[in-house]
């Protein structure tokens, strides 16, 4: 049988294949480039010697494999749960009154920071950093350092925790591990999605409406109104999250197709509402950045346009289960003749809609602003006024205080629950501060029946979706893991983690069979099943847009279930076709000739310079990626010492049958690709090797990756997630 779970490559210098091509022609390439693979890799011979080893098949049952997936995952969110309830309580009890002897992190000194590798950057991991809010309160109420030796136990407890941190109701975020920021009035926890949605866990439909009319052409100090106008807009779409729909309309003498800037072309934007992911506020941002003052300033079209997004959005009509607000903000008295048109507009329109739209409205300077007091408070006719549920007026007398009174308007919605105790999760997104894609737990903390503000606590989906990625009972054998929403939070086709910002898109972008549309619904409602079918499988080479792809139609079962206690579903495809092969027990490699990867913490016998690498070069390397564990996510989260690494040599070669939380099998993969180097360095002589040959490596899709000449690799490589 095939050792058909072996990759083998090549990499050749860019400036040494330039010399090929101009020393061959086409064919002359093509015999090279064999030449390269079969003598000088040695492809050939190795796969002889893993076709020579003995395998057996291995029956997987999909119900076993999805039942300890689904218990693997569970287990994991209910630390992180813990984890999140426990930093609740601690800031209860630290919360007072005392002056901080916290340094605000843009002054942490440098001195007393170090590079800890789980979190990718200089902190300190005995202290806490306030990030400060330029428009913080002046009376402010500190954490007690019994916050910081809670973080630092909770650390000890779980060490592949990330940040933890509490942010303030007056503004302040107290985070651990402190770590150095590069501004220090930047940042406002009280308009970060993470704190919105800890308070207001209900998903939000918002349109905000500004007035873009002449008068908002007039300066305040060094800016203008129009851009403390433009700024507060932006603020409130960052509030939002994924889960949340959003608009804005911006108005003057008319109420243009989509009132905002180049998203007149763009169907999305125009007729209606848009989710709130990180692409979609970008693109808007940019359109409410290109906005000019001009013309008069009429109501009722602004209020007309505003609701047409609500009223052509059946689905969300009809539902119960959201917020729907309007945040109407105008400087000036309007331009109609008379204020009954625009309160006739609002009132027969919310009608529309079951008077399900709050209008919370603000007046930007000293006018006196009846109408929006009136529009704030405005009743239908039409239905019984008690069924009403009225907004507020807000007059903003300093236009600087403009951006913090709009974006404060998910206040109106917040819900009081001083027992709150499940956190709420948020959509992925990409660390500030270079941990990849994450997500975040989060809950609302109470003082004597008063919010004090929300506690959190950071996890990244590398590790926490590590068993699903890792999963490898096949070629075409996959898992992946969806919200209640159907948004796909992982799965094989996704970028690479940690590079870019998340995808959000649903399901069905991914798995596009017609038959995967009822396990889809059943996955949203937290359901679980068992279905076969042939489905569409993309095998993709990598980065699609360089090495493209392609489809085939393969006979699968699909196996789902929702993980208890979370809002998470995962699906585990077993594809009909695909046979386990498990390689039998190969022994030990001799004694000293096994290399970790590691040399920084063990020296090789020969070291050298190769290309500005440290390296050995009469030795290969080997590097366990994180899917060679039993637990990925300790070995993403530990610290490797020297002894570590003695302690797997010890494994491979054979002193000792303690497998340091490898899976099995690994040591087996380990001493069957030690042909490679046996090979590789006969031929290291070779001056034609030395000329074009730059590094030789073979991975398995365990994660078993062998490199020649050896040299170290970043902790969370994965070869198998590599294009070639």
Not at 325 to 336: H, N
Request: proline residues 5%; hydrophobic residues 35%; glycine residues 6%.
């Amino acid at each position: 049988m095939k050792f058909s779970c072996c990759y083998l490559g090549i990499f050749l210098a860019s400036f040494c294949l330039g010399v090929v091509k101009s020393q061959y022609d086409s064919e002359g390439l093509s015999r090279k480039i064999k030449e390269l693979v079969e003598d000088f890799l040695g492809q050939n011979s190795m796969q002889k010697h893993l076709d020579q080893l003995s395998y057996s098949e291995q029956i997987l049952v999909g119900n076993t494999v999805l039942e300890q997936l689904v218990n693997n995952l569970q287990n994991k969110f209910q630390k992180r749960i813990l984890t999140v309830q426990q930093l609740q309580q601690a800031v209860e009890r630290a919360y007072s009154g005392i002056t901080s002897t916290s340094y605000e992190c843009c002054k942490f000194p440098t001195s007393q920071t170090e590079y800890d590798l789980r979190f990718k950057n200089k902190v300190a991991v005995n202290q806490v950093c306030e990030q400060i809010s330029p428009e913080a309160e002046s009376s402010l109420v500190r954490l007690r350092p019994s916050f910081v030796e809670s973080c630092a136990q909770n650390l000890i407890e779980l060490p592949s925790l990330k940040w933890q941190y509490f942010g303030s109701e007056q503004g302040v975020t107290t985070r651990f591990p402190a770590l150095i920021s590069d501004s220090c009035d930047d940042y406002d926890n009280r308009f970060r999605p993470w704190y919105v949605q800890a308070n207001v866990p209900v998903p939000k439909e918002v349109v905000v409406v500004i007035d873009r009319s002449g008068s908002m052409g007039r300066r305040h100090g060094s800016v203008t109104l129009m851009e403390l106008a433009k700024s507060a807009a932006k603020t409130v779409i960052s509030t939002l999250n994924p889960f949340d729909k959003f608009t804005v309309v911006a108005f003057s003498t008319n109420a243009l197709p989509t009132d905002v800037g180049d998203t007149a072309n763009d169907d999305c934007f125009s007729s209606t509402l848009a989710f709130a992911t990180p692409g979609n506020i970008k693109k808007v941002s940019g359109s409410i950045d290109s906005l000019i003052a001009d013309g008069s300033t009429y109501y009722a079209k602004a209020l007309d346009k505003a609701f047409n997004f609500f009223s052509t959005d059946v689905e969300s009509r009809n539902s119960t289960k959201l917020d729907r607000v309007i945040l109407f903000m105008s400087d000036g008295e309007p331009s109609e003749p008379s204020t009954s048109t625009i309160l006739d507009t609002l009132r027969s329109r919310n009608a529309e809609v079951n008077n399900s739209v709050v209008i919370l409205t603000y007046g930007l300077g000293s006018s006196d602003f009846d109408v929006l007091k009136d529009m704030a408070t405005a009743t239908s006719s039409v239905i019984d006024e008690s069924d009403i549920r009225p907004g507020v007026f807000t007059k903003v007398d300093d236009p600087d205080l403009l951006r913090s009174q709009m974006a404060s308007y998910y206040n109106f919605f917040k819900v009081d629950d001083e027992l709150a105790s499940d956190p709420v999760w948020t959509v992925p997104y990409l660390d500030a501060w270079g941990l990849g894609v994450m997500i975040t737990a989060s809950l609302p903390v109470y003082v004597r029946g008063n919010l004090i503000g929300v506690a959190a606590v950071d996890v990244t989906i590398e590790e926490l979706f590590a068993e699903t990625t890792n999963i490898v009972p096949g070629e075409l054998s996959y898992s992946f893991v969806v919200n209640e929403a159907g948004l796909m939070i992982d799965h094989p086709l996704f970028p690479q983690i940690g590079i870019s910002e998340p995808l959000f898109a649903r399901a069905t972008a991914f798995e596009r069979d017609p038959d995967f549309v009822e396990i889809f619904e059943s996955m949203k409602r937290g359901g679980s099943g068992e279905k076969t079918f042939y489905s569409t499988k993309v095998l993709s080479g990598g980065d699609g847009r360089r090495y493209g792809a392609k489809e085939i139609q393969v006979r699968s079962t699909y196996f789902w279930k929702k993980i208890p206690g979370t809002d998470f579903s995962v699906c585990l495809v077993l594809a009909n076709e695909d046979i386990q092969s498990v390689l039998a027990p190969q022994g030990s490699v001799p004694r000293g000739s096994f290399l970790y990867h590691r040399l920084d913490l063990v020296p090789p016998n020969t070291a050298c310079r190769h290309l500005n690498n440290y390296c050995s070069m009469d030795q290969s390397s080997v590097f366990l990626a994180s899917r060679s564990y039993e637990d990925p996510e300790y070995y993403l989260s530990r610290v490797f010492t020297a002894a570590d690494v003695s302690r797997i040599k010890d494994y491979v070669e054979g002193s000792t049958t303690i497998s340091q939380g490898l899976k099995v099998g690994i040591k087996d993969e380990v001493v069957a690709t030690s042909y490679a180097e046996r090979w590789w360095t006969e031929l290291h002589e070779n001056p034609d090797i030395e000329e074009e040959v730059v590094w030789r490596y073979i991975g398995t899709k365990h994660g078993v990756f062998r490199h020649f000449p050896g040299t170290r690799y970043p902790d969370d490589y994965d070869p198998v997630l590599r294009p070639w």
